[in-house]
């Protein structure tokens, strides 16, 4: 049975890496979309109804929902960067959690059905004693916290889906490490990369999709914190060999050539909480999803290329 079936569907940060390929596989479920994006956006493409909003605008936000009404809202708009510099403080706690802030009152207010947010594999654990090591890590940490907060003291209808390492075709910030070294190594040129040791937990965008589409239905949920990850770990250093592998190139990549960020940590999805709530595991190894991705990259090379010029 399609729960999702004639639900008004908000989704945030549409035009995304995520969320283009949410609202793909929403389209197929016979939903309602509206679609927010910070940029410029047709008013109606494929049936999905557009709209330019910055979600950390609660002015704008609140007329976007009194239009609405939505039943569900997935929040994917942030603003993703691993950089550690002073300047991101203030755009990192804007976009990502003044938005979060935001989606949580309205979704109170409007008694929307669910509210999905999403949380980062940067985030400290929560049952640890670590800390935040970045402007971004800080901002999607506090973000958890008020959606802890909201649920316990407000009954706010909120589930946080933490995603660990994304990837897959058509990634839209070409400068992340898998597109960036499979568009290099495809035009034969030597990406520059760091040691290349550090352990990540790798997730293919589709099986990240269909947790989001079940998180938003399953029952009895609310307030949980739930990890989509693979499991396991491969280093970066793993994974470029891979792409080298598929790609065949005449260089091979440059490491140590930049030097690795301060503070990276290692966290490993527990996918048992999203099995025994959902019956949902991964299904796309890491080397079928790199397969995917590259032949997704050599046949869409000169779009990519456009791109990035």
């Avoid at 929403?26 to 909003?53: F, N, P, Q």
């Avoid at 998180?215 to 396991?232: K, L, M, N, T, W």
Wanted: proline share 5%; hydrophobic share 40%; net charge neutral.
């Amino acid at each position: 049975m399609n729960k999702l079936d004639g639900k008004t569907i908000l989704v945030t940060g549409a035009s995304g890496f995520i969320g283009s390929h949410l609202i793909r596989r929403l389209k197929t479920m016979g939903c309602v979309i509206y679609a927010l994006s910070r940029h410029e956006t047709g008013s109606e493409r494929d049936g999905i109804h557009w709209t330019k909003a910055d979600v950390s605008d609660m002015e704008r936000l609140r007329n976007v929902f009194t239009h609405v009404r939505p039943d569900i809202v997935f929040h994917l708009a942030s603003l993703v960067t691993g950089n550690r510099a002073m300047n991101q403080v203030e755009p990192t706690l804007r976009s990502n959690l003044m938005s979060t802030v935001n989606l949580l009152t309205l979704v109170t207010e409007y008694k929307c059905d669910r509210l999905v947010t999403v949380g980062s594999m940067e985030e400290p654990d929560i049952n640890s004693n670590d800390f935040p090591s970045s402007p971004y890590s800080a901002a999607k940490w506090a973000a958890t916290g008020y959606s802890r907060m909201f649920f316990n003291l407000y009954n706010t209808p909120v589930v946080t889906a933490t995603l660990y390492m994304v990837y897959g075709p058509d990634q839209k910030d070409t400068t992340k490490l898998i597109p960036y070294v499979t568009n290099a190594l495809l035009q034969n040129t030597a990406p520059k990369l760091s040691s290349g040791k550090r352990d990540i937990d790798w997730i293919y965008v589709n099986d990240v999709v269909e947790g989001l589409v079940q998180i938003a239905v399953a029952p009895g949920i609310e307030g949980e914190i739930i990890d989509f990850g693979s499991g396991q770990t491969y280093t970066i250093r793993d994974v470029v060999e891979r792409i080298v592998d598929l790609t065949k190139p005449d260089v091979m990549p440059q490491f140590n050539a930049v030097a690795d960020r301060p503070l990276e940590k290692t966290r490993i999805a527990n996918i048992r909480l999203a099995d025994s709530l959902m019956k949902w595991k991964p299904t796309v190894s890491l080397h079928e999803g790199l397969a995917r991705t590259v032949a997704w990259y050599r046949e869409n090379m000169n779009n990519t290329k456009s791109q990035t010029m």
